[in-house]
T-cell receptor, first 109, second 114 residues
Framework: QKEVEQNSGPLSVPEGAIASLNCTYS??????FFWYRQYSGKSPELIMS????GDKEDGRFTAQLNKASQYVSLLIRDSQPSDSATYLC?????????FGTGTSLTVIP | DTEVTQTPKHLVMGMTNKKSLKCEQHMGHRAMYWYKQKAKKPPELMFVYSYEKLSINESVPSRFSPECPNSSLLNLHLHALQPEDSALYLC?????????????FGPGTRLTVL
């Protein structure tokens, strides 16, 4: 059974702070890693993809991947109230995608 | 055009009805997906079409029947559904197939089965 685990939260951070979201996965042959943002009642929106070890930055977002530790994280700098949402980690392995249960983030003005 | 569109937005159907959900993308993506999402749960993969061929069927009940008429269109035919099938049905597409493709999701169809 392939598993993708996230802390369900809720995670609360003040506006302007750094939010740190974490995800672990069980399948060592996982090849691709994605972060999605999902607002309540809406569909998931792709934020970042990362395929190799290290950091990948896109604007206020940084994804970090450590395949040895089977760990992927998302940092959100200068958090804004509009970042309040559920963040889904997804892992591609074999010929499928597996989603974590999501972390609820609230950014407090 | 960077959108995945889905129709209808909402659907209410009885257990004896037959209905279809439709999905369309014009990004030239070669893989398309159907997911089911219940409230406060992650999306669950139902079907994957890669180059218009069904490549993954996650043991979904036969009351759900997918169809991919061409590389831009994806349908999900519904028949004799149960109330527990009520959920948000999401379509997604990606340039590359699993496991590498970045998936872009449509807005979803919220289905209620009475």
């Amino acid at each position: 059974q392939k598993e993708v685990e996230q802390n369900s939260g809720p995670l609360s951070v003040p506006e302007g702070a750094i939010a740190s979201l974490n995800c672990t996965y069980s399948d060592r042959v996982s090849q691709s890693f994605f972060w999605y943002r999902q607002y309540s009642g809406k569909s998931p929106e792709l934020i970042m993809s990362i395929y190799s070890n290290g950091d990948k930055e896109d604007g206020r977002f940084t994804a970090q991947l450590n395949k040895a530790s089977q760990y992927v994280s998302l940092l959100i700098r200068d958090s804004q109230p509009s970042d309040s949402a559920t963040y889904l980690c997804a892992v591609g392995a074999g010929n499928q995608f597996y989603f974590g249960t999501g972390t609820s983030l609230t950014v407090i003005p | 055009d960077t959108e995945v569109t889905q129709t209808p937005k909402h659907l209410v159907m009885g257990m004896t009805n037959k209905k279809s959900l439709k999905c369309e993308q014009h990004m030239g993506h070669r893989a398309m997906y159907w997911y089911k999402q219940k409230a406060k749960k992650p999306p669950e993969l139902m079907f994957v079409y890669s180059y218009e061929k069904l490549s993954i069927n996650e043991s979904v009940p036969s009351r759900f029947s997918p169809e991919c008429p061409n590389s831009s269109l994806l349908n999900l035919h519904l028949h004799a559904l149960q109330p527990e099938d009520s959920a948000l049905y999401l379509c997604a597409s990606s340039q590359r197939g699993p496991p590498l493709g970045e998936q872009f999701f449509g807005p979803g169809t919220r289905l209620t089965v009475l």
